[in-house]
């Protein structure tokens, strides 16, 4: 049976005010049971149900006030930087300035064909850039960010960078090994600023808890855990090869630069490369193609995770005849 934590995260929190109510009263039913002591063994685990209880809501109230804020994000950090309300300003200005990087590196990454030396498109600047908030949260050390609007940016269509943040939190989760945030993480731009970011974590000696909008109650990462995703990022490994392959195209999108390729019984699904998007304008599902694509594997040395693959459309044009086991045929 799943606790009651865990259902509560599985469902939106209820209004703050509802739940600072249920606080007040459980917060006149401690102060009795702490006069009472713990004399026995009921009156012990009366106590730790309260406590409980009383945690539980306080998680509940952080995720509702983050909702309620309008905010986008918010992070809490503890650990040697903090002290009291209080955090050392060269480790906050570090913090900053390495997560708003690994941030426009993953929107590249899920925008556009991402690069490793060339500058971020001024764009993907523009839609990640984070403004903190006036004022900062009671608790160790909590601040919160808002994203800009398409009013902000003057544009009709919702920028990308509500899913860029989500992208960014999965990274942050201990053990999370899932073959998107592999592939992410495996990008050069990626990688370095993530591993920046943990690096000043562990040497720090902090721990962070990260929330969004859309998981309002975020996810944890201690300074322990952010020691062990360094080691295992340390053996993630990606080879990459070019080959070509001929089949239908079935599916894809210009906007969003993706393709779907039937190969025999494989669909082949990828993204495409700058390059290719004019070519794609001259094509239609149920074309016979010819793609060379750029297969990316990855895989971890120890074998935490399954390898995975991704592909990335360097050239699509259509072949000269219909196919025959997989080759076109003149």
Known sequence: MADSASVMQASSPRSSRIIREQLADLASVKKETLAYGTPDFASRMGRESILR???????????AEL??????????VEGE?????????????RFLSTLQNLGNAVAQVLTSEPTSRSSVPRNIIA???LAVLPGFLPGSFRFRFRLPTKEDLSQMFEPASTTVLEAVGRMLEPG????????????????????????LLAKQGASIDYRTRPNPYGVKISTPQVRERIDWLDLLQAKEESSEFAGVLVGGSIESKHFELRVGEQVIRGEVSEGVIE????????????????????????????????????DIHK????????????
């Open 127 to 129: 839609e990640n850039r």
């Open 319 to 330: 072949a000269d005849g219909a196919l025959t086991n997989g080759a076109p045929q003149s």
């Open 176 to 199: 999370r090994t899932d073959s998107e945030t592999v592939r992410i993480l495996t990008h050069s731009r990626v990688k370095s600023h993530y591993t920046r970011l943990l690096d």
């Open 67 to 76: 909702i309620e804020s309008g905010a986008n994000l918010e992070i809490g």
């Open 279 to 314: 070519q794609m304008r001259s094509l239609k599902w149920g074309d016979t193609v010819v793609a060379r694509l750029k297969v990316t594997t990855f895989e971890h040395e120890e074998g935490v995770a399954p390898p995975s693959i991704s592909y990335l459309a360097e």
């Open 53 to 63: 209880h009383e945690a539980e809501l306080q998680e509940e109230l952080r995720a």
């Open 81 to 93: 930087p903090v002290e009291g309300n209080a955090i050392h300003a060269a480790f906050l200005g």
